[in-house]
C-alpha cells in the first residue's frame, strides 16, 4: 500500500513521541519502551546526511557518554557516499543491527539532514516490534519515526541528535524524560534580559 503525501502528514500530526513507560499516557495499540539507566548500551547511527570530519562525531560519542552510557557506533558511522553518510544499504543496515542486538536499550541520531526516506523500504519492521527500545532524533529523522511508528506502534521520540548542543536545557529534560519517566511539560528557561522591567520615574 503507498502512502500518499496528504495521508503521511496526517500521521505526523498523530504520532506520539513523548510517551515511554507504565507512567504514561496509553494510546490504543502503542508499544512503549523501557526507561534507561546509567550504564546502558546505547547504539550510535547515522542514517542520514554525512559528517565530513571526525571532530563533530567524537564529541557526540563523549556527550552521551557523560550521561552514564556504554556508546557502541555502528561500523557505518563515519561512512560516506556523496552528502550521505554511506550507501543505502549501509544506512539501513545500521538500523536493523542496533535494533537486534539485545545489549543495545537506545538508538540515537547522530544527525538529520536528508535521505531518511531512502530506507523505509529496507527497515526490517518485524524485528524493530519484536525488540522495543528508544530510538531519538528529529529533523530528517521524522520520517523514520513515522515509519516506525505506523508499522510498528513503537513510540519514538522526538529530541536531541548526537551533534546537538546538549546544554543544560536539552540535558535535563533528556534524563527527566528517559531516565525518571516523568511526563514533562517543555518549558523555555527564564533569562533576565528577556524580562521587561518597568523603571521608576
Given amino acids: 500500500m503507498s502512502i500518499t503525501r496528504r495521508h503521511f ?15 504514561w499516557l496509553d494510546l490504543k495499540g502503542s508499544q512503549k519502551p523501557k526507561k534507561l539507566r546509567q550504564g546502558d548500551s546505547v547504539g550510535l547511527i547515522s542514517p542520514s546526511s554525512a559528517v565530513f570530519n571526525d571532530e563533530p562525531t567524537d564529541i557526540a560519542i563523549e556527550a552521551l557518554e557523560n550521561f552514564g552510557f556504554t556508546v557502541k557506533s555502528s561500523p557505518f558511522l563515519r561512512s560516506r557516499h556523496g552528502h550521505l553518510a554511506g550507501t543505502d544499504k549501509e544506512r539501513t543496515l545500521e538500523i536493523n543491527q542496533m535494533f537486534e542486538d539485545p545489549d543495545i536499550k537506545a538508538v540515537v541520531c547522530l544527525r538529520g539532514g536528508s535521505g531518511a526516506t531512502r530506507l523505509l523500504e529496507g ?26 511508528y505506523k508499522k510498528t506502534g513503537l513510540t519514538t521520540f522526538h529530541g536531541p541528535v548526537g551533534l546537538s548542543s546538549w546544554d543544560s536545557f536539552s540535558r535535563h529534560y533528556f534524563a527527566k524524560l528517559l531516565f525518571d519517566n516523568q511526563l514533562v511539560e517543555f518549558k523555555n528557561p527564564p533569562k533576565r534580559e528577556d524580562e521587561w522591567v518597568q523603571t521608576k520615574k
Avoid: E, R, W
Fill in 9 to 23: 502528514t496526517q500521521q505526523l500530526a498523530l504520532t506520539p513521541y513523548l510517551i515511554c513507560g507504565d507512567d
Fill in 123 to 148: 527497515i526490517d519492521y518485524s524485528n524493530i516490534k519484536k525488540n522495543p527500545k528508544v530510538f531519538i532524533g528529529y529533523s530528517d529523522i521524522t520520517a523514520l519515526q513515522l515509519a516506525i
